[in-house]
């Protein structure tokens, strides 16, 4: 797909950062640098862990694509920082930014729309004691999920099974955030889809079906074995990706997300109903990551989904940037 990138100006992949997510946000930047420079793209690696974030507007940079995972790139404050310098960037804006990094906040909102997510308990800082941590389970019943609020890529998530494990799993969690989402376990297929575009626009690829070894797709599962099975086409029974894709994107359009993102379904084993765990909206770029996954499951190559990403650059004031190649 010859495209002329001249017109995208000097390109900061922001990469790196402060959050848990660190080591994967480095993979995912580099990647996506590699395959801008590739269609020559004028790209340059920036880290702000390093650099501080103002270095962007004085660095004559013309936009952004965020390859940040987690607090502190994921979570609205970059792209404010961003907007008040009016640098275009990649994905999600401020607020759609800042309510899908809080699991809590996207099941409210969620809810409130009437779209499916599987029932929660939040263990709010300062608030909770050993007495509500035991009583979680007489909530949810085994097994259950128990995770940090704000993070990604299933750190700090322990699957519980028996009440002794509450404990060690509320501690575990609580070492990256204090406030704890503890949650219904779905049994069934897990299955993500990504999203690209904006409004009217968006649309959803195909679904990836995942077969993760017994069931556990943990950090290490994600990003550094061979063993997890990634299904595209998914195999999943006749109408079912479509129902999940018509999901993903009403969950998408409900939170404001642009550009781009990916949810994660869970699909009951027993009734087949579908429910919405959360919506990355910087999503990885690994060799591991699902989204090129899917894109090349359509069609797109690796490159070229990273020039789709980068056309969407914009900032929440404006109407979609209209400056793409």
């Given at each position: 797909?010859a495209q002329?990138?001249?017109?995208f100006?000097?390109?900061?992949?922001l990469?790196?950062?402060?959050s848990?997510?660190?080591?994967?946000?480095?993979?995912?930047?580099?990647?996506?640098?590699?395959?801008l420079?590739?269609?020559?793209?004028d790209?340059y690696?920036?880290?702000?862990?390093?650099?501080?974030?103002?270095?962007?507007?004085?660095?004559?940079?013309?936009?952004?694509?965020?390859?940040?995972?987690g607090?502190?790139?994921?979570?609205?404050t970059?792209?404010?920082?961003?907007?008040?310098q009016?640098?275009?960037?990649?994905?999600?804006g401020?607020?759609?930014s800042?309510?899908?990094?809080?699991?809590?906040?996207?099941k409210r909102?969620?809810l409130?729309e009437?779209?499916?997510?599987?029932?929660?308990?939040?263990?709010?800082?300062?608030s909770?004691?050993?007495?509500?941590?035991?009583a979680?389970?007489?909530?949810?019943?085994?097994?259950?999920i128990?995770k940090?609020?704000?993070e990604g890529?299933?750190i700090?998530?322990?699957?519980?099974?028996?009440?002794?494990g509450?404990?060690e799993?509320?501690?575990?969690?609580a070492?990256?955030?204090?406030?704890i989402?503890?949650?219904q376990?779905?049994s069934?297929?897990?299955?993500?889809c990504?999203v690209?575009g904006?409004?009217a626009?968006?649309?959803?690829?195909?679904?990836?079906?995942?077969?993760?070894?017994?069931?556990?797709?943990?950090?290490?599962n994600?990003?550094?074995?061979?063993?997890?099975?990634?299904?595209v086409?998914?195999?999943?029974?006749?109408?079912?990706?479509?129902v999940?894709q018509q999901l993903?994107l009403?969950?998408?359009?409900t939170?404001?997300?642009?550009?781009?993102?990916?949810?994660d379904?869970m699909?009951?084993?027993?009734?087949?109903?579908p429910?919405?765990?959360?919506?990355?909206t910087?999503?990885?770029?690994?060799?591991h990551s699902l989204?090129p996954?899917?894109?090349r499951?359509?069609?797109?190559?690796?490159?070229?989904?990273?020039?789709?990403?980068?056309?969407?650059a914009?900032?929440d004031?404006?109407k979609?940037?209209?400056a793409?190649?």
């Amino acid at each position: 797909m010859a495209q002329n990138t001249s017109n995208f100006g000097k390109v900061a992949v922001l990469m790196g950062g402060l959050s848990a997510e660190r080591e994967i946000s480095l993979m995912s930047g580099n990647g996506v640098l590699q395959a801008l420079r590739s269609r020559g793209v004028d790209a340059y690696a920036f880290d702000p862990a390093e650099r501080d974030i103002s270095e962007v507007k004085k660095g004559g940079f013309a936009r952004c694509f965020i390859a940040l995972h987690g607090r502190f790139g994921e979570d609205g404050t970059v792209q404010g920082a961003l907007e008040l310098q009016g640098i275009p960037y990649t994905g999600s804006g401020v607020m759609a930014s800042s309510m899908a990094i809080d699991k809590v906040m996207t099941k409210r909102v969620l809810l409130s729309e009437g779209l499916p997510t599987p029932r929660y308990v939040l263990l709010r800082r300062g608030s909770y004691g050993s007495a509500d941590i035991s009583a979680v389970p007489d909530q949810l019943g085994f097994p259950l999920i128990v995770k940090p609020a704000r993070e990604g890529s299933s750190i700090g998530l322990t699957k519980v099974t028996e009440r002794a494990g509450m404990l060690e799993a509320v501690v575990q969690a609580a070492k990256l955030d204090a406030d704890i989402l503890c949650e219904q376990f779905i049994s069934g297929d897990e299955v993500t889809c990504p999203v690209l575009g904006s409004g009217a626009d968006a649309h959803a690829l195909p679904v990836i079906r995942i077969v993760a070894p017994e069931g556990n797709y943990d950090y290490q599962n994600k990003y550094f074995t061979d063993t997890t099975q990634y299904l595209v086409p998914s195999g999943l029974p006749d109408g079912e990706e479509a129902v999940i894709q018509q999901l993903v994107l009403q969950a998408y359009r409900t939170l404001n997300c642009r550009g781009w993102a990916r949810a994660d379904v869970m699909i009951d084993k027993a009734t087949r109903k579908p429910y919405l765990l959360e919506i990355n909206t910087s999503p990885g770029m690994t060799g591991h990551s699902l989204v090129p996954m899917s894109a090349r499951a359509a069609g797109i190559s690796y490159e070229d989904l990273c020039i789709e990403v980068l056309k969407t650059a914009a900032l929440d004031h404006q109407k979609q940037s209209g400056a793409a190649p």
